[in-house]
Structure formats: structure tokens, C-alpha cells
């Protein structure tokens, strides 16, 4: 028997954290946090106890499953570099005395979020690449496997036992056009399907979406579309866009230069994401023009006074509103630049779907508006599979069970009916709330 523990990212989007037991063996898949309430302790949430974070919703609660079974935990396997998946590592991984496995871009946003969390993760670390495994003992082999998604080195995660594969699929898309790196291996999908899947942890962020999710190429197009047609503007232009999107800064990045504006990053959380991809060896960023620190970002200020607005070209945080972002402090006038009547702000994104981040993205249009700005949305499509992308996952998988995840109840329950419309029954279907547990039989 397998069991299944659902300790965060079954009744919300946040916080992801699942335990996966077999035998008398134990692996946690993810470790994050709730990006959404983090916001509102942003600056206190390193002076705060974990007890306090669990309490605040903030960290997943895993007092459960660390009594019952912490002594049996092999290891600590994250999926990829986004907060609501790894940001509780430095917080909560010490706790378990297990090593974590971890992509070489995750492991380095892991390095830079331990410092600025003020701790030290004392669990020993492999480094892993996608599409390469591990054993880790007679019973359990970790595969990762190459998945697009909006952050670089993401991976779906096989747990191969002798009775067949449990994949976690937190989070993906099928991008057959990629902008950087390759496609998903469907015929890989296909074999381990064949070989024997006994269930299916799946995303489902956007699984109540229909059709597919389009391609990042197809955004590279609409965002050069709209700035190559802006060149002769004599208006600030500014974009403001997920800071780990590393593949997408770097579009933006490459169609600045063509429109002849010097592109700008600023963020504090952008300049670590794109360190870390830089220290991967991935996307080089060391020569970008990146302002984190109060004096790099007043010294932009100046040179866009001293210049002109339309030699630059800002990329920069605060695309879901965040109160402490660079984009949401401009445009309540509480830094040097202000934006004016006919400046254009740019969201190459969407609202993640919870209603602090819809909120403050609300809050944060409505203020430029009132300056006269011309405000751009929706250049963005979504690093998570639509409805078809998701059958066609399990149509390649083929699961003995399917295990919705990564959603609100009403996006788990849409996850069940597609699962009901490719023919699973009801006692195949397992849904899940954050601290219950699913028995698998096998």
C-alpha cells in the first residue's frame, strides 16, 4: 500500500507540500509557502516562529506528518524554483534528517532565499539535472523529468518503485514552441506510462481553463509587437512581469535593444532570480543592467531625468500589486520617479487567483490610471496546463489513480470531472484536503 499525505496545496493555491509513503519509507515533494499571506508580514515573516507562520497559514502545517513520519523520510525533492514550492525549505527542512534534491538554477534561488531568510539549511544537498536519476534505496528511484513551465529547470517527478511510478506533476505545460530549452520528451511520458503508473499527483491551477495553454513564443511575439510599434514614443515605457520568469526577461531583454532603449531590471527578488540562473550556467544575466539596492535605483532615476524617458526601457516587480514592490511604490508616488499622463506600464502577466493578489493588482491599476498611464495587461500566457494539456497527461500516463492538487476546492473538483470524463471511477479519484491522507492499493 501507498499512502498519500496531503499536508499544503490541496485547499488552496500555496504552500505546496505532499508526503508519499511506501513500505516504511517516506518522501516529501515540495516545500512552499503561501506567496499571497507571505505578502502581508513581507519584512517581519524572518522575526516570526514557524509555529506563528503555520498559524498565519503562511508555512504548510506538517506537525502531522513530521510526528508520524519524519524518522522514515529518505528525502526532500523539490519540483522547481517558484516560493510556493521550495519557499519553506530554509524554514522547516531541518526538521527532517534527509537530504534534498534539487535542480542546479532551484538549488541557487534556494542559496539566495536562505539568506534572505536569515537561516541555515543544515540537510545535505544533490544537486540533480533534469532528465538524470537517483537511487535512493532498494525500493525508491527519483527521475526527474524535463517540463516547461514559467521558471527555468522545472521537472515532474517519477518516484519509481518495484510495483510501478508515482509522478508529481506540480507544476508544467506542454510548450511544443519553446523560447529557451527544449519541449517535454512525450514518448518518455508514453514509456513510463507503459511501464506502469500507479498515480498521478496533478496540477490544477488552470486545469478548469479549456483548450491548451499557448506557447511562450506566441507572448515573445504579442510583447515585440507592441514595443518595436512604441520606438518613436517619447513616454517612459515599463514591464512589469513574474520576477522568475528568467526566459521571458531575457526576451524583453533582447527586444529592448532592438527598440534602442537600454532595458533596465529592478527588484530586489528579480536580481536573485536572475543571479541564480547566471550561477547555473543557464541564462546569462552578468551583463544586464539590474538596480536592487536604494542608491542603484536612485542612480537609475537620475539618469532617466538627465537622458530622457525614452532612452530606458524598466522591467521590473510588482506585476500582482505586491505593496512593497518597485512598480506598486511608484505609483503611490513613494519613490523619486513618477510615472505621468501617457507613460505606459505593461503587465506581462496575469492575477494569480486568490483574493489578496486580485486585490492588490486591483489596487495598484487603479492608481496608475488615476496618473493618466496607459496600462497594457494580459501579454502573459500561463506556465500551467489548460483542461487539454491535462488529458493529454493522463492519456500518456495512463495512472491507476488520479490525485488532484495544486488548487482551490472548486479547481480540484473540476480536476476530478475531467478524471471522470476520461473514464475513472469514483474510487480511483482521490480528492484531498490539506491534512488528510489517501491509501492507495497496489
Known amino acids: 500500500m501507498i499512502e498519500i499525505y496531503a499536508v499544503g496545496g490541496y485547499s488552496g493555491i500555496g504552500k505546496n507540500m505532499t508526503a508519499l509513503k511506501y513500505e516504511n519509507e517516506t518522501i516529501i515533494l515540495d516545500m512552499g509557502l503561501d506567496v499571497s499571506k507571505l505578502m502581508d508580514y513581507e519584512g517581519e515573516s524572518s522575526d516570526l516562529s514557524n509555529d506563528k507562520l503555520r498559524e498565519l497559514e503562511v508555512l504548510p502545517n506538517d506537525r502531522e506528518v513530521l510526528k508520524k513520519l519524519g524518522h522514515t523520510v529518505k528525502a526532500i525533492i523539490c519540483s522547481h524554483a517558484h516560493l510556493d514550492h521550495l519557499g519553506a525549505i530554509p524554514k522547516i527542512s531541518n526538521n527532517y534528517s534527509a537530504p534534498i534534491i534539487i535542480t542546479p538554477f532551484s538549488f541557487e534561488v534556494l542559496k539566495n532565499l ?9 540537510n545535505r544537498i544533490i544537486k540533480l539535472n533534469p532528465g538524470k536519476s537517483i537511487q535512493l534505496s532498494k525500493n525508491l528511484r527519483v527521475e526527474f523529468i524535463y517540463a516547461t513551465h514559467s521558471t527555468l529547470q522545472t521537472v515532474m517527478i517519477a518516484i519509481h518503485t518495484p510495483k510501478g511510478a508515482i509522478v508529481y506533476s506540480n507544476d508544467f505545460k506542454f510548450d511544443d514552441s519553446p523560447t529557451y530549452g527544449q519541449k517535454t520528451n512525450y514518448e518518455h511520458l508514453k514509456k513510463i506510462g507503459r511501464q506502469g503508473v500507479i498515480a498521478l499527483i496533478d496540477d490544477c491551477t488552470r486545469i478548469d481553463n479549456p483548450g491548451r495553454t499557448f506557447s511562450e513564443s506566441i507572448v515573445k511575439e504579442m510583447i515585440k509587437d507592441l514595443l518595436l510599434n512604441l520606438k518613436s514614443e517619447k513616454k517612459l515605457v515599463v514591464l512589469t512581469t513574474f520576477a522568475s520568469h528568467c526566459i521571458r526577461i531575457n526576451n524583453i531583454i533582447e527586444i529592448s535593444k532592438k527598440m534602442g532603449r537600454t532595458p ?164 480511483n479519484i482521490k480528492i484531498l484536503k490539506n491534512g488528510e491522507k489517501a491509501e492507495l492499493k497496489i
Do not use: W
Open 264 to 427: 533596465i531590471i529592478m527588484g530586489r527578488s528579480m536580481k536573485n532570480y536572475l543571479q541564480a540562473s547566471t550561477n547555473a550556467r543557464l541564462i546569462d544575466f552578468s551583463k544586464a543592467k539590474i538596480a536592487s539596492f536604494n542608491n542603484e535605483v536612485a542612480d537609475v532615476f537620475m539618469k532617466i531625468r538627465k537622458n530622457g524617458k525614452d532612452k530606458y526601457l524598466l522591467v521590473m516587480t510588482g506585476n500582482q500589486g505586491e505593496p512593497n514592490s518597485m512598480l506598486s511604490r511608484i505609483s503611490k508616488d513613494e519613490l523619486p520617479l513618477r510615472l505621468e499622463k501617457e507613460d505606459l506600464v505593461v503587465f506581462c502577466s496575469e492575477t494569480i487567483p486568490t483574493p489578496e493578489c486580485m486585490k492588490n493588482r486591483a489596487e495598484i491599476e487603479k492608481n496608475l490610471r488615476k496618473k493618466g498611464v496607459r496600462v497594457y495587461t494580459d501579454y502573459h500566457a500561463s506556465g500551467h496546463a489548460s483542461r487539454e494539456d491535462h488529458r493529454d497527461l493522463i492519456s500518456m500516463l495512463k495512472p491507476k489513480y488520479f490525485i488532484p492538487s495544486h488548487g482551490t476546492p472548486e479547481k480540484i473538483r473540476s480536476g476530478a470531472e475531467l478524471a471522470k470524463e476520461e473514464g475513472y471511477k469514483s474510487e
Open 114 to 122: 536562505e539568506k534572505n531568510q536569515k537561516q541555515r539549511i543544515k
